[in-house]
């Protein structure tokens, strides 16, 4: 396996210690490259992402990344934009996958400590993220700032049939999330593809709910979701919801998919660079190690991630809600493996 590996930033490295650690333990033979990319590159040389990495990044079967940004010396936007979004567009990352689950040990915010399980499918490559817009009469009283929505159909499609595999594959319900009764050109393209794709797919029931909506049924009733498929704003909104109530944002993994194999997809927490506590061994690396078992289940390595995902449910059952250093986590997963 050749993984390129993309510390980052902040806490970073320190959490792919520990996911690298995990996955040496079951893939040994495991070969990785390591990026130097992130804020410490661009404020070296004001170097982003080159054509240079990109095209080393395309030789590798998966991509780990640990956390990408510094908020106290890089302006907002930068990194994201320049980097982030710039590799989730080139590699075609069109499937964000974001699932979300409390495990046995773990208490959610939610009264009565709900069981949940469900994943977010989250578009990765349009929506209001491809950076259409612009700005008139800047620092004036009349400025005027539009950001536009691309949703087109061959990327509404493959996302929604993604969702609907990914549904038949479990409780067999799909949920739209969007805002259709306001965004109506977008909203109808991605009701229309739903209903349009539904008859491949006749074992799983389609469902709809508004973005605002379904943050209230996030809260108070998650066991209504399975599958939800939602465009790339609006994913990424509910997703920081979906890991609260699942135990907490230490813990959602996500993978950004390019469902044909073309270029490698990329693995990460959902979690960011957390400045504050890096270097301080705290940060939890749970999220780190679950992407990596998503990144084996990807490429077809089942045993492997199935014992990734075993150690992790085994120790949060012994771990519970109690704080345990970035170290102590890993070893522990470790030695259940
Ligand atoms: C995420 C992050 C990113 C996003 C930012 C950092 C560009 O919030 O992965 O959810 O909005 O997708
Ligand atoms: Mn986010």
């Known amino acids: 396996m050749k993984l390129a590996v993309i510390a980052g930033d902040g806490i970073g490295p320190e959490v792919v210690d520990e996911a690298l650690a995990v996955l040496r333990a079951v893939v040994p033979d495991v070969e990785t490259t390591d990026y130097d990319l992130g804020a410490r590159r661009y404020l070296r040389n004001g170097e982003l992402l080159t054509d240079a990495d990109l095209e080393s990044l395309r030789e590798h079967d998966a991509i780990l990344l640990g956390a990408i940004g510094d908020p106290r010396t890089v302006p907002s936007g930068v990194l994201e934009r320049g980097l982030l979004l710039k590799m989730r567009f080139a590699l075609d990352h069109h499937v964000n996958l974001r699932p979300s689950k409390r495990y046995d040990g773990v208490t959610s915010p939610l009264a009565g400590n709900p069981e949940i399980d469900f994943v977010v499918v989250r578009e990765g490559t ?75 797919f006749p074992d799983v029931t389609t469902d709809y709910c508004h973005v605002d909506a379904a943050t209230i049924y996030l809260v108070t009733d998650p066991g209504r979701f399975d599958v939800i498929v939602t465009d790339n704003l609006f994913g990424d909104i509910i997703t920081d919801i979906a890991a609260a109530i699942g135990g907490g944002i230490g813990l959602a993994a996500s993978g950004n998919i390019d469902a044909t194999g073309t270029n490698p997809s990329m693995f990460e927490p959902v979690h960011g660079s957390a400045p504050d506590i890096a270097g301080q061994n705290k940060a939890d690396p749970t999220a780190t190690i679950l992407s990596t078992a998503m990144l084996l289940r990807h490429l077809g390595k089942t045993v492997e991630a199935g014992r990734v995902e075993a150690a992790v449910v085994a120790d949060l059952a012994e771990r519970g809600d109690a704080a345990r250093s970035t170290t102590e986590v890993g070893e522990s997963i470790r030695a259940r493996l």
């Open 126 to 200: 349009e929506g209001p993220y491809t950076g259409n817009g612009g700005a008139l009469r800047i620092g004036t009283p009349h400025e005027v700032a539009t950001e536009v929505s691309v949703n087109t159909r061959y990327g509404v499609e493959r996302v929604v049939r993604n969702a609907f595999q990914r549904a038949s594959a479990r409780r067999k319900k799909l949920t739209l999330v969007h805002k259709t009764n306001v965004l109506t050109f977008a909203g109808s393209l991605w009701q229309r593809t739903v209903d349009e794709v539904a008859p491949e």
